[in-house]
């Protein structure tokens, strides 16, 4: 749980390392278990490591892109995440291998691979899809190109955008998120406020972020909400007025976000695809799904299937969305519909190409339509 949020696949790595070997000598050999003084030298141990890995890491990336103190700051929760996006929509932007056994081998240096450090539009609209910072506003999704030329062009970069221009952006998408959002956490934090005092109990706040869709899932969620809490509610007075919750809301959902990347990364490897084809799949699932809701029902995906000319009956589909739609609710996510690409055995070249030729996206946009026509 420790190694998992918000770092790359070089961190991890590393960690893993560290792990074993940590774990080889708390190891007691006659009766093969970890006593408890074992397991708290293990986590001790552990904790140097990750500190001092992670450091190392983001002073890599720090001196490798030129950033500032500022940008260190404001991204110190999430550097190395944000840079592994970066460097994999940037592969992907450049059609470069990214899976395991591709990954393998580029190490071995059966392939070269050029350093990824500035983005073109197509790599910046994939690194937002990934973060869930793309306004669901057709019309900026399809002028992105022309925006990052314009801005790119007048920092001399001829249309491409450096990781720090990135983080930039990053910075100025979620602050228009958060204003956007302000008003109604404003409205159901004064509606929570029972006695007007302009203050939340911690139990008023958990219940309030439980209305907003941001519970957390499981317990690594639960310790980084408490983590986030403490660091907050600084003062340990057990309350939260409203800058302080709208400011755990903003970072909390951040970190959910971070959390659903990597699950999204790792499935859509454990299943086969490449970390281009992910993209690809991100970029269709953003335009069907028109209302921002992220779910697409069975319609849309049949619809979308039909436009890919793929040779399936209604039945296969249905069965295929049956199986990957766990809660029985008539509507998947992103994770729901990779496995459903998988099952229905979309052909990825095709839809790529797709992708491709079609910049405005319209025969996704169209499918999600045409499923609403037809229900």
């Not at 639960?222 to 907050?232: F, G, S, T």
């Not at 409203?242 to 990364?265: C, G, I, K, P």
């Amino acid at each position: 749980r420790l190694c998992l949020r918000q770092l790359d696949a070089d961190v991890l790595t590393q960690l893993k390392t560290a792990f074993d070997e940590a774990y080889a000598a708390a190891l007691e050999h006659e009766s093969g278990e970890v006593t408890f003084d074992g397991f708290e030298g293990l986590m001790v141990s552990m904790q140097e490591m990750h500190q001092r890995v992670v450091r190392s890491r983001e002073l890599e990336i720090v001196n490798k892109h030129g950033l500032t103190m500022e940008d260190q700051m404001l991204h110190r929760e999430e550097l190395i995440a944000l840079h592994d996006s970066f460097v994999r929509a940037g592969r992907a932007s450049f059609a470069l291998p990214t899976s395991p056994s591709a990954l393998a081998q580029l190490q071995d240096g059966q392939q070269t691979v050029p350093d990824i450090t500035v983005l073109d539009a197509r790599g910046l609209r994939r690194f937002m899809l990934e973060l869930g910072l793309m306004p669901q506003d057709r019309a900026f999704f399809l002028s992105l190109e022309a925006t990052v030329e314009a801005w790119s062009q007048s920092k001399g970069l001829s249309g491409f955008l450096t990781f720090r221009e990135v983080l930039r952006l990053v910075r100025e998408m979620r602050e228009a998120q958060a204003r956007q959002a302000s008003q109604e956490l404003q409205v159901l934090f004064a509606w929570f406020d029972k006695d007007r005092s302009g203050t939340l109990s911690l139990d008023e706040v958990f219940a309030l972020i439980s209305k907003l869709g941001l519970a957390p899932r499981d317990r690594d969620d639960q310790a980084e909400m408490h983590r986030l809490l403490k660091e907050i509610d600084a003062d340990n007075s057990g309350s939260l007025n409203s800058t302080e919750f709208e400011s755990l809301t903003q970072r909390f959902d951040a970190q959910l976000r971070a959390a659903e990347r990597y699950r999204e990364v790792v499935d859509g490897r454990q299943l086969g695809f490449h970390d281009n084809e992910v993209f690809a799949l991100r970029e269709a699932f953003f335009a069907m799904d028109v209302d921002a809701q992220g779910k697409l029902g069975l319609e849309t995906l049949r619809t979308f299937v039909n436009r890919l000319n793929c040779r399936l009956n209604n039945q296969a589909i249905e069965e295929a969305f049956v199986d990957v739609d766990k809660d029985a609710s008539g509507e998947i996510g992103f994770i729901g519909f990779i496995h459903f690409v998988r099952l229905t055995r979309i052909c990825m070249k095709r839809l790529q190409n797709l992708l491709l030729t079609c910049a405005d996206f319209s025969p996704f946009v169209d499918a999600a339509v045409a499923s609403r026509s037809a229900r």
